[in-house]
């Protein structure tokens, strides 16, 4: 398993809307989907930049894992997505290799993406996410 490149990253915001005008009106980029993933309990904002995307992430629950992420540590880098060519696989080679899973088996995630995320215990502090169509 080797990723082909940086799928995302998943920033976490307090205000989906006004961070979206931030990206807008600052950097110039252009927010191209907006998408509510319920398993999730986030409201998800896209910019494209090359190969690599950026995900807002606003909690539509405190309960929330993103809710509780930003009541914990405020706004931020949330994770970072490795594009793989089979997440089932990638998550695999990786349990294999002793880290530990949040996901043993892939879901759906924001864009239809078939995603798994790794503990953060097991990766030197960053929730990991690997990804693929
Ligand atoms: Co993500």
């Keep these: 398993m080797k990723p082909t490149h940086i799928e995302h990253l998943g920033i976490a915001v307090k205000n989906l809307d006004e961070s979206i005008k931030y990206y807008e009106e600052v950097l110039g980029l252009e927010c191209y989907n907006i998408e509510e993933v319920k398993d999730q309990k986030v409201r998800t904002a896209f910019f494209k930049l090359g190969d690599t995307k950026l995900e807002l992430l606003e909690s539509t629950d405190p309960e929330g894992p993103i809710g509780k992420f930003v009541e914990k540590r405020g706004e ?3 994770h970072i997505a490795f594009a793989v060519e089979d997440t089932q696989k990638a998550l695999d080679d990786a349990a294999a290799k002793g880290v530990q899973l949040i996901d043993k088996t892939p879901r759906k995630g924001a864009e239809n993406l078939n995603i798994g995320f790794l503990h ?14």
Aim: a positive charge; aromatic letters at 6%; proline letters at 6%.
């Design 120 to 133: 953060p215990k097991s990766t030197h502090g960053v929730l990991t996410e690997f990804c693929c169509k």
């Design 76 to 78: 931020g880098i949330h």
